[in-house]
């Protein structure tokens, strides 16, 4: 009697199983990781550097290390979680050597013109004459309240909230504890839609 | 249930907007029924900004020529360490060896400052004695006279020698415990 095996084509593959094919020689199977991450890599390093060339630099720089290190992945946590991480260390790094070097972006004007200490407040958007902004708009004055938020709030709020990821996960790529994570999504929710008042 | 759990409950998963409970409190609170709206809306807008942006094409093959551009020097750094920690403890020790045979040739460090140590040697009216009575064995001592305020310099000296004073006060301390 004939026995017929099916097996999932590669590109259906789960992380864990694509990383151990990859670690048992299989390249293709590393391919099928990088195609299936590159966007979000890049939007997520996109969104904390607002430099695209600089994202998809070191997007790629974050798949460099996962092939050179996979046999380190543990396995303990998704893939996704380690690539996250990775990727959130390179931005940290960035933004770090960015400030060190006093290129600056938006929020670090506004924190510049109020270095008394307070928190920056985005210009009230309540009385805009234009009630039904477009979605282009929206969006972008979303990624300037989101610019605006302090460290901690926006990694956090990035992570959950646009990258979707659960907040176990996220709590990991920022290794911290779950409790933590919540408290700083909920206060960035809080804090933006007090910035956004009126507009979304 | 409270404006504040209906806060946090939608706060943690915009979701939970759904939930019975949270219904009914929103149908009678205008406050909460907002903060509803508005946390649905930026949901959505969030979602739509992760979505934004693409990997540029060709981005797949830009990681593999990266990856044969640069050569995997991962396993080396932690060779390199140990050797280098190695050989800076190398170089440690034969400064310090260096630095006690040049003491032991008769050198003997004095310090104006120290008046913590037991003086060496006291310096009187008569022979340089030293305190403990044991005799410096070569034919001289370098004595390295230093102060605050002037220059250090060295006195060669003779191990045993004659010195005329008038002050009988003067005493020598020695810096050096290891000669």
């Not at chain 2, 991962?74 to 440690?92: D, E, N, S, Y």
């Not at chain 2, 009187?124 to 605050?148: F, R």
Request: net charge neutral; proline share 3%.
């Amino acid at each position: 009697m004939s026995e017929i095996v099916l097996s999932k084509p590669i590109s259906r593959m789960a992380d864990n199983t694509l990383i151990s094919a990859y670690l048992k020689g299989n390249e293709y199977a590393f391919e099928v990781l990088v195609n299936r991450y590159q966007d979000r890599l890049v939007n997520y390093l996109n969104r904390l550097l607002h430099d695209f060339d600089m994202s998809a630099d070191l997007a790629q720089e974050a798949f460099i290390r996962v092939y050179r290190n996979a046999e380190r992945y543990e396995g303990r946590y998704k893939f996704s979680t380690w690539l996250y991480r990775i990727a959130t260390n390179l931005a940290i790094d960035e933004m770090r050597r960015r400030e060190r070097k006093g290129r600056v972006f938006f929020h670090n004007v506004m924190n510049w013109l109020h270095s008394d200490g307070e928190e920056y407040v985005l210009p009230d958007f309540r009385h805009c004459p234009e009630k039904d902004l477009d979605q282009a708009e929206k969006l972008k004055r979303l990624q300037k309240a989101i610019d605006s938020l302090p460290e901690k709030y926006r990694l956090a709020f990035i992570l959950k909230e646009v990258q979707e990821l659960p907040y176990e996960e996220t709590s990991r790529v920022l290794d911290t504890s779950l409790g933590t994570v919540k408290s700083r999504v909920h206060r960035a929710k809080i804090l933006l839609r007090e910035k956004l008042m009126g507009i979304i | 249930m409270t404006c504040k759990e209906v806060e946090r409950l939608l706060t943690e998963n915009i979701s939970r907007g759904q939930d019975f409970q949270v219904q009914q409190h929103i149908r009678r609170c205008s406050v909460c029924k907002k903060f509803y709206h508005d946390l649905d809306s930026m949901s959505e807008l969030s979602h739509l900004l992760g979505k934004m942006d693409k990997a540029p094409t060709g981005f797949s093959s830009s990681v593999h020529q990266r990856l044969a551009q640069q050569p995997y020097l991962g396993w080396l750094h932690w060779r390199v360490a140990p050797v280098l920690c190695l050989l800076i403890l190398g170089l440690t020790s034969l400064l310090w060896i260096r630095e006690a045979q040049f003491t032991r040739k008769g050198e003997i460090l004095i310090s104006e400052e120290m008046f913590q140590e037991t003086p060496f040697v006291r310096v009187g009216d008569g022979d340089l004695q030293l305190i403990d009575g044991d005799a410096v064995p070569n034919p001289y001592v370098d004595v390295i006279l230093e102060s605050p305020s002037e220059d250090e310099y060295i006195l060669r000296l003779p191990s045993r020698i004659k010195i005329r004073t008038n002050d009988l006060n003067h005493e020598i301390y020695l810096n050096n415990t290891s000669y």
